[in-house]
């Protein structure tokens, strides 16, 4: 009876390293003629162009609004670009039609208090 419960755990213990040894990466020696065994794939790779940060135009008027931010915290980012605004009313206005008030502060980047 412990001859049979050795051998079992054995058994049990030596599936379980070729298992690990698979998952892990490692090569399992070909023995079987005939049996095709894909070689691990590559690790992922970082993609060619990392994302980068928004650029924080630090404006100091609500495009929205045409008032100052003052000490708000409320920005919406869109295409790359940081905008304060001045209040949570603004916030919600410039998420319907961000494009407008983009190109609002860029045609006139100084009347937005943007340096």
Known sequence: MRRRTLVLLSVAVGLGL??????AGF????????????????????????????????????PVSGDKVGDSNIVEVYDGKVYHLCCPDCHKDFEKDPAKYAKAVAADPAKFGVK
Do not use: H, I, K
């Not at 070729?18 to 998952?23: D, K, S, T, W």
């Open 18 to 23: 070729a298992g690990l040894a698979g998952f």
């Open 27 to 62: 090569a399992v020696a070909d023995d079987m003629a005939g049996m095709n065994m894909a070689p691990p794939s590559p690790p992922a790779t970082q993609p060619a162009t990392q994302p980068s940060a928004a650029v924080d135009l630090r404006n100091t008027v609500c």
